[in-house]
């Protein structure tokens, strides 16, 4: 009586050709074209593409199409039974001069991919910041940035205007409390950030904050600093709101002389210096204030920029530090 058929001598079946067992060993190094298997194993495209047909059948190998081209690779999720017959076959091809010869060939393959990215590279130098911005956008490095915030971050964009920080913001952290004193900004930024679930606009000055003790991780002041009669004392309320240890980032221009702003945008301050924001973020309770000057923008008509950060420090330091140090 002939023993049944065991589902592993169908795989060995697929296995029995060189040329399957060729293919695998390949894509198992690295995804491939048909063009560029065709290459490294110097075949013609047809006899690839019949066989690499079998192999995905079978399920040893899975593809991708990605614009006109299908990229095909091993199979990742082979079972334990047919992963073992793959390396003692693979174990027994690797060292003969055609396995060998075809490592070399897929090296070289890669080389060129890697030929023609130089290439590229080499000749757009010089354009590529404007071709990046044509195609991504102006703001794309800082977009992707926001991926570094901790997703269990509440923060608080304090005079947020029309909501774009928050809106760049929201889908990284758990919540963003967007705060303006003005309805007309808020009405702008309540229709833009209308699809983020996780963002709270509110009615608000930075003197009185709509918001209870220590409920926030981080606060933003975003160009908003420089509209604020008296810095301390709002500089005193994001102390309030923020737990200790939350961290504070200030972005508002340095030190510059054009009065203009003052009568048509309503500037109270013509910018802000690093000595003296130093001394208000202490005497509002916070430390290690890291004031950075900002590059320009050459697309940018105003004055320049800074960022400055620094941490909330709990009360009690507080009252120790004033103890230890009250003139500096």
């Known amino acids: 009586m002939t023993a049944p058929r065991l589902a592993i001598h169908d795989r060995m079946v697929e296995l029995a050709d060189t040329t399957r067992c060729r293919l695998l060993a390949a894509l198992e190094r690295q995804e491939l074209t048909v063009g560029e298997l065709a290459q490294a194993l110097q075949l013609p495209q047809s006899t690839v593409s019949r066989h690499l047909r079998i192999l995905a059948d079978q399920e040893w190998v899975s593809s991708r199409a990605e614009g006109v081209s299908r990229w095909y690779r091993r199979h990742p999720l082979l079972d334990a039974d047919t992963l073992?017959?793959?390396?003692?076959v693979r174990g027994a091809m690797a060292n003969t001069p055609a396995a060998l010869q075809d490592a070399a060939r897929i090296d070289a393959v890669l080389a060129s991919r890697r030929r023609s990215s130089q290439a590229f590279f080499a000749t757009a130098s010089a354009e590529w910041d404007t071709l990046r911005t044509e195609l991504f956008?102006?703001?794309?490095?800082?977009?992707?940035a926001c991926a570094l915030l901790s997703p269990q971050w509440v923060v608080g964009d304090l005079g947020c205007g029309t909501g774009a920080l928050?809106?760049?913001?929201a889908p990284h952290v758990q919540h963003v409390h967007a705060i303006d004193a003005s309805p007309a900004m808020l009405t702008a930024a309540s229709a833009r950030l209308a699809p983020h679930a996780n963002v709270t606009v509110t009615e608000g000055a930075l003197e009185a904050l709509p918001l209870n003790d220590g409920v926030l991780?981080?606060?933003v002041m975003m160009l908003v600093m420089h509209h604020v009669t008296d810095p301390v004392r709002a500089l005193r309320e994001v102390h309030r709101v923020l737990r200790p240890g939350g961290r504070l980032l200030v972005t508002d221009m340095r030190p510059h002389a054009n009065e203009r702003y003052r009568e048509q945008m309503g500037h109270v301050w013509l910018g802000f210096d690093e000595a003296t924001l130093r001394g208000w973020m202490r005497e509002a309770g916070f430390e290690h204030p890291r004031y950075v000057p900002l590059a320009m923008d050459p697309q940018a008509h105003g004055p320049a920029l800074f960022s400055c950060t620094a941490v909330a420090m709990p009360r009690a330091a507080m009252v120790l530090a004033y103890t230890m140090d009250p003139v500096t």
């Open 137 to 144: 956008g102006a703001r794309a490095d800082l977009l992707a």
């Open 217 to 219: 991780d981080v606060a």
């Open 166 to 169: 928050t809106a760049a913001l």
């Open 84 to 88: 073992s017959l793959w390396e003692l």
